[in-house]
C-alpha cells in the first residue's frame, strides 16, 4: 500500500508513536487486571475531563463499550432507541441482543443519522403502555454521527431533556467523539462537555484517533459503573495486563493528544469538503465525507491511487485519521475539483 | 517493586520483545478487524503446529477464549462438566452462564484438579434422561490444571473415549498450555499434540508466556469455527486492530518461541520444587507450585523480599514466568531449604 | 355484556363444551408432566392428521409456542425473518429476545400482512455476508396472516422452496391455523396438510377456537422435538397437570371439531363480509374482519350494541369465533349494509 | 390404578369439585389476558390474606413463579443461594438459568433441606468482593421444604434479618406453602403471615392443593411487580383466557379453602408419621413423608396396592392430598406398623 494515499478509514490507522511509548513504559510489572497504577488514574483524569464525577473504564472495543454501558439502562425486557444506521444496529453482530440478554433495539429515522426528541416522540408515542409491547428503556446517539455529522450543545440538551421526561437512559456511541470535540472547538474540557452534553453514559473512542486497543466507558453514575466492572469481567473483556490498556489512553489525554489528532483528522477532512461543493451529502463535520461521485469519476480518482469504499452506487465515502498526510488531502480535493 | 523478587503470577509479566517488535512491524496500515494479512497466517500456522486441520481465532482474554469455545458445543439447556476448582467456575465472573445463556457448570471432583472418567462419569450417571434435569453437552478441562498439574497423553486419550461414548464435546482451557506441552517434552509439534490430546477445542493462552493481549481460540470443528466467528463479532470481542494481536501470536510461534518460554518457566518451578520436598502439595509438571508454609515461613519470606500469595492459611503458591530470572529461582529454592 | 353483539376477539371466547367434558374426563389421577396416557396420544394423532411424522407438544400459549420453535431453528447470533407486523414482533411482549437469547426479527413487508420469496429476498439480499451483520437462520410466516389473510398451498410451496434454498427453517404462527384450513377447504387431513404445506414447525392454535389454555407446537424434525421437550421444562411450561392439556387438544381433534368450528366462524366473517363491500380492507380469508369505517358510523353500530375495537381512525376490526351466533352476524352484516 | 392407594406425589391430584366450579362460572367472556374481572381481585384478595400490600399474579407453573420472582431480585451477574437440594437446583430444568439471563445459583448445606443464616454464611464468607467471582443477590428458601419440613417463623425472621444485613433478596418456593401454613396453625391471615414471614416474594402454589393450571407470584414490591408482569408476558406465560387461572385461586382462597385442604393432607401425613417411629427421616411438618424402608419392605407394601416412590436405596417417600382418603392413609399407617 506504500503508495496509496488511504482513505478506506480510520480504523486501521497505526498506532501513534506517543501511544506506543506509553505502552512500552508500562512494561515492568504491576498489579494485574485493572489493579495496577495507570489503571488507577483513569476515573480521576476522566472526572477532570469532563467536570463532573465519572468512572473510567477501558474497554478493547467499541462495540464492548457501547453495550456494557447499555446494559446498566436496559432491562432485558425493555428497548434501546437508536437511529435505523446506527452502528449498533446495523454493522455490532448483534451484540447489543447479547449484553442486554434480549433487549430490542427501536429504530427511529432522521437526517443524518441523528435523532431528535421529535423522531423519538414519533416513534414511542405510539407503543401502547401495556405488557404486551416493548416499552423503550434508554436512547442511543452517535456522537459523530454515522454520516459524520455532530450533535450541538443545543441539541444535546434538548435530548437529555426529553430523555428524563420520558424517563429514559441516555448513551452515547463515541466512537468518534473527539472529532466531535473537535469540530466543536474550544481547550479539551471545554471541547468534551461540549459534545458529550448531559448523557449518562459514554463510549469514548480512542482506536480510531491514533490508540491500537483501547476505548473508555464512562459512567456518570456510580452504580452503574459498579455493574459495568462486574459485567466487563462477565464478558470476558477484563484484560490480566490491563495496565497496557491504560497507558494507551493516558497517553491519548497526556497534553490533549486525543483532540490534537481529531483536529488533524478534521482538518484534512474540511479541505477536502471544500473541495466537494455540492457533491457533499452530509456537512463535514467530523472526519467522514459521504460524496456523490459516479462510477467513472471513483474509477478516476482510484487511478490516481486514492483508496476509499463505494457507498451505494452513486457515491463514495472518505475518512480520514491522526496519520492523514497533509499532501495526500491537498492532492484530493485536487483530484474531486478537477474532475 | 524494584528489588523485588516476583513469583505472585505470571499474568502480569512483561511482553516479550520479540512480541513487542512483531507488534511495531504490524503498525503499517492492512485491512481491519481479521482481514488483514497476519491474522490470515493462523489457521495454517496452528494446522500445522496441531498436525490437524483447525482454525486459530485471537481473541483478548483465556475467559472469552474458553466461553467462545464452549458455546459451539453446549446448548442453553445443558451443561459443561468441569473441576469444582476449574477456573471457569470459581474465577471468571460469571462468564460461563452469560455466553452459553445460561447453561450450567457441573462440578466434578479430582485429585490436582485433574479430571477423570470415572470422576465425570460419578458426577453425571445419577442424573435421570428426563427433562427436569439439565444433562451434560460437554466436558472442559484445564492443561495445566488449576494445581499445577498436567494431563498425560493417555489420560487426554482415556477423556476423548469417555467424551465420545458418552457424546459429549471436549473442551481445553489452556492457559498454561504451554507449560504443560514443554513438560510432556519434544519439539514443538509433538508437544503440542502430546499436550492437546483429542479435544475438539483448545484456548491456547499466549498471554501469560510472553504475550499482551492475545489468546488463541482454536477450534478442529470448522462448523464451530464458522460460529465463532460471528460470536466473537458479537461479543465485542473483534477487535479493529486485530492485526496486532495476530502479530502477538505469530512472534510467539516463530521459532517456538511459546515452547522456549514454557520451558524457562518450568525449568525454575523445577528448581524451586526440588528444594520443597514434602511441603509440595502437588506435583510440579507446570510452572505453578503450591507449597506449604507456616505464617511465620512465609513472613520470612517476604522478608527476604519474595513476593507470592497466600493460599489458604498454611500454604503459598509461587508462578514462575518466561521472566523469571535464573537467580531468582535459585534463591527462592535456597530460602525455602533454609526455613 | 349479555346483550352485547360480540366481535372484539376470539381470544377471550368460552371453551367448549365438548372441551369442558373432555378435561373432567382427565379428573383421575394419572402420571405427571407429559407422563400421562393422553398426552402419549399427541404425536400420532398429529402425524395423522398432517401424514407425515411430527411430534406435538402442548404449551398453554401461542407465545411460548412460537418462541419454542423458533428457538430450534435459530441460533442466539442469528435472525428471523417476519413480518413487520408479525404479532412476534408486534405484540409478545418481546418473547422471541428472550426464548432466542437475544437473536433478532428481521422486518420484511409484504401486502396483507403476507410474505413472499421476493419480500423475503428483498431484505436479506442486501445483508453482506460478514460476521460484522447478523444473518437470518428462519422465516416465521403465520396463518392466517395478522390481516386475515390465508397463504395457498402455492404460496406455501414457493416460501419452503426459497427457505431450502436459503438454508432458512420456515416456521408457522398458526394461532388461526384452523381457520386457513376451514378456508381452504377439503377434509380434516386435506385440509391441514393444504394450510400447512412443508413447513419445519408449527404453533397450531386451539384457545382461539375453543380451547382453554392449550396450543400445540409441531415439529416435523426429531432432533428439534427432543430439544423443544427440555426447553418447555426450561421455559416453565411443562405443567405437572399436563392431562388437562392434551385433553383440550385431543377434544378438539376429536371429530374434527376445531375445523367445525373454524368453518363457523369463517361463515359468520364471510356473511359479514359480503355486507361490507369496498370498505373491506382485505379479502375475507379466515375470520377476522378489517373494516373502513368512519367514527360517526362505528358509533353507530356500538349504539346498536356491537363490540368491536377501532382499527386505526378510520376502520374498525371484527373477529367471530366458534361461538359466534348466527344472528349476530346477520345483524352486524346487515346493520354495515344500512350505513 | 383403581385399586391403588396413591402416595406418590400430590402433583397429579385431581381438581377440587370447588375448582372446577368456579372455573364454570368463568365461562361467560370477558377481557383477555389479565384484564378480567376475576384477575383484578386478586391484589386486594392476596392483601388481605398477607396484612401487607403485595400483587398476586396467576402463572401455570410453580417453576415459572419462581424464576419470574427471582428475575427481580438477581442481576443477570449475581447468584441466588439455595439449598444444594432445592427445586430450583435439582429439578427445574436449569429455568433459573434461562430466566436469570445466566445468573448461578449457589448451594448452601443445611439439614432438611432448611437454610440457616450460619449454613449461607459459611458458603458465602469466603467469597472475595471482587469481580473474578460471582457475587449473592438473593436468597431462596423452600416452605415446605423438600424433605417436608416447615420453617418457623422465628427462623424466617432470622433470615429476614440476614437478608437485609447482607443486602440480599429474599424468595420463598412455597410450592407447598399451604402445607407449611397449616402445620403452623391458626385461621387464614395469620397462618399465611408466620409461613411467609418476612419474604420479598412468594410463589404461592395452589395445583398441588386442588387447583389444575394456577399458582400465584405474590411480590411485596411495587416495583418488581410492575416489572413481573412485563416478563410474564415475555415468558410466555401471560394466558388470553387468564380469567380461568384467577377462577381457581380465587376458588382456593374463597372459605379458605387452600388452608382446609392442607390440613386434611397434613392430617394424612401425621397418622403415617405417627406409624414410623425411628423409620422416619425427617419430623413430618408438612404433607411429605421420607421412610428407611429396607427393599424387601417396600415390597410388601406395593403388595397391598400402596403407590409411593423410592427415595434411594433404603427409603421410601410417601406425599399426602387434599383428596387423599383417610382409609388409605389409616390403611398404611398400620401397614408400616406392621411391618
Chains 1, 2, 3, 4 share one sequence.
Not at 74 to 103: K, M, R, S, T, W
Not at 217 to 238: P, S
Amino acid at each position: 500500500m506504500s503508495d496509496a494515499k488511504p482513505f478506506l478509514s480510520d480504523n486501521a490507522a497505526p498506532v501513534h508513536p506517543a501511544v506506543w511509548g506509553a505502552m512500552r513504559n508500562a512494561d515492568s510489572a504491576d498489579n494485574p487486571y485493572d489493579g495496577d497504577a495507570l489503571s488507577a488514574e483513569l476515573d480521576a483524569r476522566f472526572t477532570d475531563l469532563f467536570g463532573r464525577e465519572c468512572a473510567g473504564l477501558w474497554v478493547a472495543t467499541g462495540t464492548a463499550a457501547n453495550c456494557l454501558a447499555l446494559g446498566t439502562m436496559v432491562q432485558p425486557h425493555g428497548a434501546v432507541v437508536c437511529h435505523e444506521e446506527a452502528h449498533i444496529e446495523v454493522d455490532e453482530g448483534g451484540a447489543p441482543g447479547f449484553y442486554l440478554h434480549g433487549a430490542k433495539l427501536m429504530l427511529a429515522s432522521g437526517e443524518g443519522a441523528l435523532l431528535t426528541p421529535d423522531g423519538i416522540a414519533a416513534l414511542i408515542d405510539p407503543i401502547r403502555d401495556d405488557v404486551h409491547q416493548v416499552q423503550p428503556h434508554a436512547i442511543s446517539i452517535t456522537q459523530a454521527s454515522e454520516y459524520g455529522r455532530t450533535y450541538t450543545p443545543d441539541e444535546l440538551a434538548a435530548l437529555g431533556t426529553f430523555a428524563k421526561e420520558r424517563r429514559l437512559g441516555l448513551h452515547m456511541d463515541g466512537a468518534r467523539f473527539a472529532n466531535s470535540a473537535a469540530f466543536l472547538g474550544g481547550e479539551a474540557a471545554a471541547a468534551a462537555q461540549k459534545a458529550s452534553g448531559p448523557v449518562d453514559s459514554l463510549a469514548f473512542g480512542f482506536i480510531k484517533n491514533g490508540g491500537m486497543s483501547a476505548e473508555a466507558v464512562i459512567l456518570f453514575d456510580k452504580e452503574q459503573a459498579a455493574q459495568v466492572r462486574y459485567r466487563r469481567k462477565r464478558a470476558g473483556h477484563l484484560q490480566c495486563k490491563g495496565r497496557y490498556l491504560a497507558a494507551q489512553i493516558l497517553a491519548m489525554l497526556d497534553g490533549d493528544l486525543w483532540l490534537h489528532n481529531a483536529r488533524h483528522a478534521n482538518a484534512a477532512a474540511a479541505e477536502i469538503a471544500d473541495a466537494c461543493g455540492d457533491r457533499l451529502m452530509h456537512p463535514a463535520q467530523a472526519n467522514e465525507l459521504f460524496v456523490h461521485l459516479s462510477e467513472v469519476e471513483r474509477e478516476a480518482l482510484r487511478a490516481q491511487d486514492f483508496a476509499f469504499y463505494d457507498w451505494g452506487a452513486d457515491a463514495a465515502r472518505f475518512v480520514t485519521a491522526w496519520d492523514t498526510r497533509d499532501e495526500d488531502a491537498t492532492a484530493l480535493a485536487k483530484a474531486i475539483a478537477n474532475l
